[in-house]
């Protein structure tokens, strides 16, 4: 592979990953119709550029993850440590990701290789523009922070999740509109669905579907697309992160819902 397609795909994943938009999806469609390659390389190509921008949030958030193994560390037998705060909520959402999630991969692969999402999809963009219009309505507004995150929130964070194993739907999309109705700041909402994504993406993903890369992709250009999406990822990630702690969330929550339903009626066309 040349280094332009591979400069091309790593920036496709680096900034797709993070916004509501299917990242496998446009990077697949990058490759196959942009940059006419195989098909066969499609999912060992999805494989390394998910590689990069995991290793990208999981620097980003190392202090993160750096306290949660100390929890586990200094309470590894208390059930608490796995249920209540942040833990609570990762480990809710993987869990009810996987109950929503894998009947949807059994059925899309099995029986209904025609699911589609884009039902879902406007649905969930109908909501974003409901809620923007009632929190405009509101003079006065109490958000959550991610500190108060807990099981409960990674519960309905979990079952949305799972709806972006429906082609064309985003991780980030469905986790960042479940965290923000269950009324987190715009910060906290894209943080913890940003931390939730270096698990959820690790078993999706990397372990899910490693079994089935095939293709001809030699291990140098699997590591320079790890590297660049890594680079472009990391960028990416920050000045969301940066953005969305000057904007008011009611506005950013109705361009949040056009832009799903825009992804929605793209991926229907």
Do not use: C
């Not at 193994?69 to 996987?98: C, H, M, V, W």
């Not at 963009?125 to 991610?146: A, E, N, P």
């Not at 500190?147 to 194993?165: N, R």
């Amino acid at each position: 592979m040349d280094l332009v397609s591979i400069l091309i795909l790593g920036l496709t994943q680096g900034v797709t990953e993070w916004v509501p938009v299917s990242s496998k999806t446009q990077v697949s469609l990058v490759y196959l119709t942009f940059l006419k390659g195989s098909p066969d390389n499609v999912i060992p190509i999805l494989l390394w550029v998910h590689v990069g921008t995991l290793l990208a949030a999981a620097i980003y958030f190392r202090k993160e993850l750096a306290a949660i193994a100390k929890e586990i560390k200094a309470a590894p037998y208390d059930s608490k440590t796995y249920t209540q705060g942040r833990n609570g909520f990762l480990l809710a959402a993987l869990f009810f990701t996987g109950v929503v999630g894998l009947p949807i991969l059994y059925l899309e692969k099995k029986m209904l290789p025609s699911l589609d999402g884009t039902a879902v999809y406007i649905l969930m963009g109908l909501g974003l523009l409901f809620t923007g219009l009632l929190l405009i309505s509101q003079k006065k507004k109490t958000f959550r922070h991610k500190e108060d995150a807990g099981m409960v929130d990674g519960i309905v964070t979990g079952l949305l999740q799972g709806l972006s194993t429906l082609p064309g739907v985003s991780r980030s999309g469905t986790t960042s509109t479940a965290l923000i109705w269950r009324s987190f700041d715009p910060d906290s909402a894209f943080g913890l669905s940003f931390l939730l994504s270096i698990p959820s993406v690790f078993l999706a993903e990397i372990v899910l579907y490693a079994g089935e890369a095939g293709g001809s992709l030699p291990l140098t250009d699997g590591l320079a697309l790890a590297g660049v999406s890594f680079f472009f990822g990391y960028l990416t990630l920050d000045a969301i992160l940066r953005l969305v702690k000057k904007v008011n969330l009611a506005y950013f929550v109705i361009i949040l819902g056009l832009l799903i339903m825009a992804t929605a009626l793209f991926h229907a066309g």
